[in-house]
């Protein structure tokens, strides 16, 4: 168990709390590997300019989309993939796809109405539409393609940057970490905490982010340094509050008795909700996340986890 208490600097006041559990982001928020922004945002952007056509995840396609990426500015999708950080791949795969159809570069039998109504709330960061009726035509072209868009975007993201940083993490794991992270998990890990790690990556052991966190040298298992880390699928929404809302209960953890740490809206969403003490880890000339997040009700901003910050809250 680990005492936080409010400290001068914090975004947001708050009651002493008893710390028991901590559930992290990975991507951007402790790990360096994924330099993913540029490349998802290449990727949407294509689909909006372009559609799906059947051969649209042909490896021709892939390694003109690894040419493109981060060559020029796209302001819609830049922007997208900076306020989406944190959601399900799937549901920002949706939104591209949704989009074109909003263009007209995707035809399909749908309400363009309650499509659009759709776009709108996943980029103010909803994952579930219940509540809106859709045709079988675009249930099912959604089906189809949101899971072939999502591993195109993965290997698009591999040949990009992944494998090579994956490689040079293997030998200098400490510069693929975020300055602190091991030491703040190692920190919460000897006063009792348990931690996990949360992803809208899939999460397949042995491979893909499993190995990244690994190589890393951030041990899961239960017991150890990491208990657990939980990611979505190929083809099955997980959105971050489900799986933390379902991780805390599965605990019998009240929300005043976790920490959720993390760089996208997502999970700092999740955690102001559930009533958790939050920590947004986010770069100092982010500006445009730094507002958004205090916008969600974010407790701490830190640059890293060597900011003096955490020892004040935590000391």
């Not at 249930?139 to 992944?162: H, I, S």
């Not at 190692?186 to 491979?207: C, D, I, P």
Request: charge should be negative; include cysteine; proline fraction near 3%.
């Amino acid at each position: 168990m680990l005492k936080a208490r409010f400290s001068k600097g914090c975004e947001k006041a708050f009651d002493e709390r008893r710390i028991k559990y901590a559930f992290h982001d990975i991507d951007g928020t402790h790990s360096l590997i994924r330099n993913w922004p540029p490349v998802m945002s290449a990727v949407l952007n294509d689909v909006i300019e372009h559609g799906l056509g059947e051969d649209f995840d042909s490896e021709g396609n892939a390694c003109r989309l690894i040419e493109s990426c981060g060559t020029r500015a796209l302001e819609e999708t830049d922007r997208f993939c900076v306020e989406s950080a944190g959601m399900s791949a799937l549901t920002q795969m949706e939104w591209a796809i949704r989009r074109a159809v909003e263009d007209g570069r995707i035809a399909v039998d749908c309400d363009k109405t309650d499509n659009s109504q759709i776009v709108r709330r996943i980029w103010q960061g909803e994952e579930r539409f219940d509540d809106i009726p859709e045709t079988p035509a675009m249930r099912e072209m959604l089906f189809k393609y949101t899971p072939r868009l999502f591993k195109l975007y993965e290997r698009v993201l591999n040949g990009f940057c992944r494998d090579k940083n994956l490689a040079l993490a293997k030998q200098e794991p400490e510069r693929f970490r975020v300055k602190g992270s091991m030491e703040f998990i190692n920190m919460l890990y000897r006063a009792g905490v348990k931690n996990y790690f949360v992803t809208g990556a899939v999460v397949q052991k042995g491979m893909g982010m499993f190995e990244e966190v690994e190589c890393l040298g951030y041990p899961i298992g239960e017991g150890r340094l990491i208990e657990d880390i939980i990611g979505s699928t190929w083809d099955k929404k997980l959105p971050k509050d489900e799986i933390m809302l379902e991780l805390a209960e599965a605990l019998g953890a009240r929300g005043d008795e976790i920490l959720v740490t993390g760089d996208g809206r997502s999970e700092i969403s999740a955690g102001v909700n559930m009533g958790a003490l939050t920590l947004s880890r986010l770069n100092p000339d982010a500006a445009r996340q730094r507002q958004l997040h205090k916008q969600l009700g974010t407790h701490m901003i830190v640059n890293d986890f060597f900011d003096p910050l955490i020892g004040k809250v935590f000391g």
